[in-house]
């Protein structure tokens, strides 16, 4: 079942010419993890931003578990979970005040917040750290508690901007294994990255976009089977330099 659909959506930013997001036509579907890949300024952020109800769309729709964004904007957000790639923004919060601020914006019963967030809290070693201030955090202390922040609403769609920058390679890991667990449960994982290697190795399908239109997106094994089994990063290379000579 399609999950999350975006219908036509499009996207310029006041004082541009040119659309951020063009005419995107796209269906995310549960139990897999997506993966957005584009050059610098191709419009990921933007499409992830509108996803998110950050931005507004300037045309067509989305639509989450069924629920229109624009319409009904809190019961089709409530589904959703953000890791965004600028960081925790409450940095005077403590690991703990800002899991259970996150957990009473979406009801979360204090037993659920407790079960789902002390396993990752170990698995991300941020035991220590849980009462210090988040502004104390090195960077990818804060992109843990983030995650685990996005997680304590069990949401069914798990979006990810630019997850694993700065991550070192256990956290890398233990992000990665985090993401097909939520995908495995029958959620959608959503995420954006330029790191090829790591999108070839966990999404099982993924979308290419450049100059905001989105140029190529399918089931990761059929795009390289159908272009010779070459790597993502030889594909990602060739439709993005094509499409950036059009
Ligand atoms: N706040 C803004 N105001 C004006 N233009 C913007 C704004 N944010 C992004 N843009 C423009 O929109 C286009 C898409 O940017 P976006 O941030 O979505 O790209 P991206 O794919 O996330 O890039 P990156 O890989 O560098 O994160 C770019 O041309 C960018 O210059
Ligand atoms: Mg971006």
């Known amino acids: 079942m399609n999950e999350v659909t975006f219908q036509n959506v499009s996207k310029t930013y006041a004082g541009n010419q040119v659309k951020a997001v063009d005419d995107l036509t796209l269906s ?13 300024g191709a419009g990921k952020t933007t499409t992830i931003k509108m996803l998110t109800g950050i931005l507004s769309i300037d045309c067509g729709q989305i639509t989450v578990f069924g629920r229109d964004l624009v319409r009904e904007s809190i019961a089709a957000k409530r589904n959703i979970g953000f890791v965004t790639d600028s960081g925790v923004l409450f940095e005077k919060m403590t690991g703990r005040e800002f899991i259970n601020f996150m957990a009473d914006i ?34 990818g202390m804060q992109q843990k508690i983030a995650i685990v922040g996005a997680l304590v609403h069990e949401p069914g769609v798990l979006v990810l901007d630019e997850p694993m920058v700065g991550l070192d390679p256990q956290s890398v890991r233990e992000f990665k ?22 999108a070839e190795k966990i999404c099982d399908r993924i979308g290419i976009i450049n100059k905001g239109k989105l140029i190529m997106s399918g089931d990761l094994d059929e795009i390289k089977a159908a272009k010779g089994d070459e790597s993502l990063e030889d594909i990602f290379l060739t439709v993005a330099g094509t499409a950036s000579e059009v």
């Open 28 to 40: 995310l579907n549960a139990g897999e993890i997506f993966g957005f890949l584009g050059p610098n």
């Open 106 to 139: 979406y009801d979360v019963s204090l037993e659920q917040r407790r079960t789902r967030s002390d396993e990752l809290i170990d698995r991300f070693s941020l035991r220590e750290v849980f009462d210090k201030q988040i502004g104390s955090y090195s960077h």
């Open 177 to 198: 294994n985090i993401m097909r667990a939520h995908a495995d449960k029958g959620n959608v994982v959503f995420f954006s990255t330029h790191v090829l290697d790591m």
